[in-house]
T-cell receptor, first 113, second 114 residues
Framework: AQRVTQPEKLLSVFKGAPVELKCNYS??????LFWYVQYSRQRLQLLLR??SRESIKGFTADLNKGETSFHLKKPFAQEEDSAMYYC???????????????FGKGTHLIIQP | SAVISQKPSRDICQRGTSLTIQCQVD?????MFWYRQQPGQSLTLIAT?????????ESGFVIDKFPISRPNLTFSTLTVSNMSPEDSSIYLC???????????FGPGTRLTVT
């Protein structure tokens, strides 16, 4: 069963436009959730953790338990935001009993000049 | 924060051979993991590398195919055995740190099997 769903494989927006990358998860309680980013030719890196309620590089993500969503948003996109974005959920929240993370399929964000 | 490295960064191997990937963290960590990222796909957890005990494998992955060692709290290896072209992937190691379950990833090993 798909535990983390990212419905958009590709999202293209113009510089300065708002960005929203969608993530939905399968869990009835209050899970931990993460957004990871992979810039071209760089390693996968942690962008945001839900528990911290932080804003990194202008990105925020709010957990909506009613909609089981954790969408990533930025009000004004910049060209350097172009990257692959992955939403991730610890496996312990999906009944697996294991450690480790389960990832969505990823969204390729392209910011056009 | 801890630095995590992998080697080799890439390799091209012939089918039927085996490759061992090394993962090194510059400080002691309790939890280390191995993931696979097949071409155009997301990351899939292979196993949790447990220090001092056998690795814990996810469904679809077996020890005979992906033996893992974890001799201490800073190092782990993953071997891809009896390789076939279907094993062509990026293999990533990670460690868990911080207050939650967040993980930090190595640069990956890009494996091509011909």
């Amino acid at each position: 069963a798909q535990r983390v769903t990212q419905p958009e494989k590709l999202l293209s927006v113009f510089k300065g436009a708002p960005v929203e990358l969608k993530c939905n998860y399968s869990y009835s309680g209050s899970p931990e959730l993460f957004w990871y980013v992979q810039y071209s030719r760089q390693r996968l890196q942690l962008l945001l953790r839900h528990i911290s309620r932080e804003s990194i590089k202008g990105f925020t993500a709010d957990l909506n338990k009613g909609e089981t969503s954790f969408h990533l948003k930025k009000p004004f996109a910049q060209e350097e935001d172009s990257a692959m974005y992955y939403c991730a959920l610890p496996l312990m929240y999906s009944g697996g009993g294991a450690d480790g993370l389960t990832f969505g399929k990823g969204t390729h964000l392209i910011i056009q000049p | 924060s801890a630095v995590i490295s992998q080697k080799p960064s890439r390799d091209i191997c012939q089918r039927g051979t085996s490759l061992t990937i090394q993962c090194q963290v510059d400080s002691q960590v309790t939890m280390m993991f191995w993931y696979r990222q097949q071409p155009g796909q997301s990351l899939t957890l292979i196993a949790t590398a447990n220090q001092g005990s056998e690795a814990t494998y996810e469904s679809g992955f077996v020890i005979d195919k992906f033996p893992i060692s974890r001799p201490n709290l800073t190092f782990s290896t993953l071997t891809v055995s009896n390789m076939s072209p279907e094993d062509s992937s990026i293999y990533l190691c990670s460690f868990q740190a911080g207050v939650g379950n967040e993980q930090y990833f190595g640069p990956g090993t890009r494996l091509t099997v011909t």
